[in-house]
């Protein structure tokens, strides 16, 4: 009888986690070539023997313990046998999709109402007991790959998953409206607490993200809220941008006076006059404009008004106080001293004379009427 000795291995796609030799009948001899992310498990007549690491290996029973205890050697080492050999890749599996199966009830806890929501994302995983994966997932299978893997935990996924997104939202106290700045944290309260359920299967479950929150949108008790809550935060992000612009328009017009002040100023510097001098010539104008300008003129204070901006406001005004009381007599008709009185009030609403002084001259042009 010729020997025949195989070679086994395994160089397939790298989503697959359990891979099974279609290769049986071999004589010890054989070589299993197990690359550096894998393992290879031998099965005989049902049952897991030994487990071998990477590297080559030359099965013959001498080598495999737990096989050897296991063969009837009726014809010595070169009889062939029948085994079946699984590979089992041990890498870092990622971009694995998970996704609730059916809406999540869920108690917003900002404003108390139900509603139902769903959830998806992706995990990465690898294996971390060859044997128990095979044992309790694999069975008699020839393959197990990320879809079937995913489909076989499907049902204790969803039933852990989604009573524990509900109860993680509520102890968080998060919002159906801010989630997503917490979606990050929510998703590494998920995975600690998934940790032990995929150890049962010989799986480590390495990351676990939420990706995606489906929102029931359009439905009317969500999209209530929903207008509730976005238009608290921009009626109020309104009301500080329309004060801040307000303030913005104050500072504008308090500095555009200051600069009109300054300006007038240095215009007054360069003319040589004084604010109480051009206050003057506003009286002066002001007169000028009374019906009685022919009589106040005669006493001197139109041209002295005129004349005086350059150099000596105030003692015009000084000396038409005089003369507006000097010429006040017995014999002065009631028009002349309404003329006097209006003259004064001129001056006491262009600040040149006080409401006491006011009160005064007129007192004094009063009694010299009477």
């Known amino acids: 009888m010729s020997k025949v000795f195989s ?155 989604k009573p524990l997104l509900s109860k993680t939202m509520l102890k968080g106290d998060v919002s159906i409206f801010t989630i997503e700045s917490q979606i990050d944290v929510l998703s590494e309260v998920i995975h600690q607490s998934l940790l032990n359920d995929f150890s049962d299967y010989g799986l480590v479950l390495e990351r676990f993200f939420i990706t995606n929150i489906a929102r029931p949108d359009g439905e009317r008790t969500f999209e209530k809220f929903k207008d509730l809550y976005y238009r608290q935060y921009g009626d109020v992000a309104e009301a500080k941008l329309r004060q801040e612009v307000g303030l913005i328009d104050e500072t504008t017009a308090a500095r555009r006076k200051v600069i009109e002040a300054e300006a007038m100023a240095a215009k007054r510097r360069l003319e040589g006059y004084t604010y109480q001098e051009e206050r003057g010539l506003d009286v002066a104008e002001k007169v000028a404009e009374n019906e009685a300008v022919g009589q106040f003129t005669s ?43 209006a003259k004064l009030q001129i001056m006491k609403e262009s600040n040149l004379i006080t409401e006491e002084e006011f009160e005064k001259l007129k007192n004094e042009l009063l009694a010299k009427i009477l």
């Open 7 to 161: 070679i086994i291995k395994y160089e397939g796609a790298n989503d697959t986690f359990v891979w099974k030799s279609p290769i049986e009948n071999f004589n010890t001899g054989s070589q299993l070539i197990v690359h550096e992310s894998q393992e290879a498990l031998f099965f005989l007549n049902g049952q897991a023997l030994d487990l071998f690491g990477p590297g080559r290996h030359t099965l013959e029973t001498q080598n495999i313990p737990l096989l050897r205890k296991a063969l009837n050697r009726a014809t010595g080492d070169q009889t062939p046998y029948t085994c079946s050999i699984y590979f089992i890749n041990k890498v870092e599996q990622m971009a694995i999709k998970w996704g609730t199966d059916s809406q999540v009830n869920y108690i917003d806890p900002t404003y108390n109402f139900p509603l139902s929501i769903g959830a998806s994302g992706e995990m990465t995983m690898r294996v971390e007991d060859s044997r128990k994966l095979i044992l309790k997932l694999v069975g008699t299978e020839r393959n197990l790959n990320q879809q079937s893997l995913t489909n076989k935990l499907r049902s204790f996924l969803m039933v852990r998953m």
């Open 299 to 341: 006493t001197g204070i139109g041209l002295g008004m005129a004349a005086g901006v350059a150099g000596g406001i105030g003692s015009q005004v000084a000396g038409v106080t005089k003369d507006a009381l000097s010429g006040a007599t017995g014999t002065d008709s009631l028009d002349e001293f309404r003329q006097k009185v």
